[in-house]
């Protein structure tokens, strides 16, 4: 009846999906009530596009995987730009020429702007590891300012930890960079989806091939057993594509993978605007990390304006989403036992974001659904 | 695995899953990418909710069955009115007090609103065939002019038939309304579900003992022979709700079921407003029967407006949609005869507009799936 069933709509399993369908009959199973994992969007009370699960930009370099999106859907060019509330105004991150003017007084900015020139070639993006180790007492100053004001407090409250434990080594790649370009991204390629992401997926998983099952869990319909895997109440012997987490189809045996979750908490402004890009960061108040208003995303009429305060959380099975993965030593390890116990169940491939426990930007999971879809086609 | 399986996510399929819910484990399947049957909507490029399927105007007298409903949805409300486009005007129907005024010179509209006055009660609705078998010529006179301007050629472009053709005794139920009011419908309940009918009906199957498989016939998953059904290769031993065409369930043994279908063409115009009223017929002129505009239904702010013209169509089996069963001869006795096949099959019920072959208003339908319910559910 199915040659090959795959277990998540979001990218990894959409593409796949569409890729196997052309020649073989899939089962797609979603959990939720609709698809699109986390890339689902929709048209809220307002008649806005709203991400569900926070803002997400599609940036690539890769003109393949460009082309190959483009088949499924038209695009609104769309360039990121992220402001962050530093000392009581809104400045473009990563910090740059214009950041330094907004931020400091004219003569201090032109002595910094000056230091960085005479120090780095223009067009770079500098780690603020760099600034702190140069003999420049003014640039020691900068990476300095930059740490505490836009990163430090941003990554205590987004990972819940204290300034003594943060990552020197991820701290280091902070950059500034040598120029006046305030976007977030710089690939080639920037852009949403014109009608969304789950428009999008729609269209990439409506094959004749593909039979959909919503609000179904992979373990309602499936049973592991003795290396054997048993699909409605009969054995299956085709191919399985498992887009979720390891820990969980396997009952947590080997102990939780970790993660860090967001509230995502949507408010509803009584204004046509209410903030001067999409994202704006609140590094050093409050406890959301930043403010997400999509009429900046998708451009849309409404005399209202829906923004996102993302407040993170501990991640709770079962009761919060996964977002982040924390890769503690324990959970690096259960990793590895769940991926050695998938050896037992040959038929079984688990790829993406939460099977893989990795952190993947969009184009790395187009990138990476079309590669396994290479590897296993025959 | 599962101890019912319901073919079809329109009004009925929708209920029945939901009710049997409350303690069996229901498969509900969809042949389509989108749930809601003919109820499909969604919000169209112009940020206007459209219905895809023609306009649904939800009405009843029945408040049991507005409760019901109103567990899934919150309500917009509206009631429906109706132009007809008569000698160059766009003027109520049904026929009242207004459009005489508006359609006849002053003393001509006097004389015979008097008429009517004379002879019938304040607030009926009179069918024109009563008009028509009085002794007074100028009700003989509207009786004609109402039959001739908004029901002949309206009916002949609708379902293709010479004048000769048309149905006297259908004739004889057109209206002529003894009143001022405009509305379309007088039911104490109307409305349309404020997000749409698309999203009251996924409220409607979000529980979590409904298993939602799109893109799927029921003969893909399915093979019925020797009075057993099989379902996914095994014998299934469970009830099925079957709301789809008999005649296609049984590959056409006895003949097809006769529809007439409808071209819908949804067009941009770019103004705010396009016409007066949500649907406005076009008894005599044009090959489009009607044209709607949705922006009455669903308000919407928009600096265009999308509207529907309605171009009635042959009806051609995997081409186009059936929407209105032609009761031929031929048709009702294939029909009685698939019913007479189903009895091969007792774990089938035959549910709905389609699978019973037979006009139902949505409040019927509903009122039909709780009824069957109730039959089934021991």
């Known amino acids: ?84 509330m530093i000392d009581g105004q809104a400045v473009p991150i990563p910090f740059n020429f214009n950041t330094l003017y907004k931020v400091f007084p004219k003569n201090l900015a032109e002595r910094l702007e000056i230091a960085l020139l005479k120090n780095f070639e223009y067009g770079k993006k500098i780690p603020i590891l760099e600034l702190k180790n140069s003999f420049d007492a003014d640039l020691q100053f900068l990476a300095d300012f930059v740490y505490e004001k836009i990163f430090l407090h941003y ?58 099952m919503l609000n179904t869990d992979f373990r309602e319909i499936a049973t592991l057993r003795d290396g054997k895997i048993y699909l409605f109440d009969s054995e299956f012997n085709g191919k399985i594509i498992y887009t979720g987490m390891l820990d969980e189809l396997f009952n947590y045996k080997f102990g939780a993978l970790e993660y860090r979750s967001v509230d995502m908490k949507f408010e509803t402004v009584d204004a046509e605007n209410f903030q001067a890009a999409a994202t704006v960061n609140y590094p050093n108040n409050y406890e959301f990390t930043r403010i997400t208003e999509f009429k900046h995303i998708h451009p849309a009429k409404s005399a209202r304006t829906t923004i996102l305060k993302e407040y993170p959380q501990n991640y709770y099975i079962g009761k919060n989403e996964p977002y982040y993965p924390i890769f503690t030593d324990a959970a690096k390890f259960a990793h590895e036992k769940y991926l050695n116990e998938l050896k037992n169940f040959p038929q079984i491939k688990a790829v993406g974001r939460l099977a893989e426990y990795r952190y993947f930007d969009m184009d790395d999971a187009v990138k990476r659904a079309l590669e396994i879809y290479a590897e296993l086609k025959n």
């Open 1 to 84: 009846m199915f040659d090959i069933v795959i277990v998540g709509t979001g990218i990894s399993g959409a593409i796949l999906a569409e890729r196997f369908a052309q020649d073989k009959k899939v089962l797609l199973i979603e959990r939720r009530q609709n698809i699109g994992g986390n890339c689902y969007d929709e048209i809220d009370g307002n008649g806005i596009l709203i991400h569900k699960y926070g803002p997400h930009l599609f940036h690539t370099d890769d003109a393949e995987i460009w082309q190959y999106l483009s088949k499924f859907t038209e695009w609104q060019t769309y360039q990121h730009k992220v402001l962050a």
């Open 155 to 212: 990554t205590e409250k987004q990972w819940n930890l204290t300034p003594d434990k943060i990552d020197g080594a991820v701290t280091a790649r902070v950059p500034v960079s040598i120029s006046r370009d305030d976007r977030y991204f710089s690939d080639k390629f920037q852009a949403v989806p014109k009608r969304g992401y789950t428009a999008m997926i729609q269209k990439i998983i409506s094959q004749k091939n593909i039979k959909l």
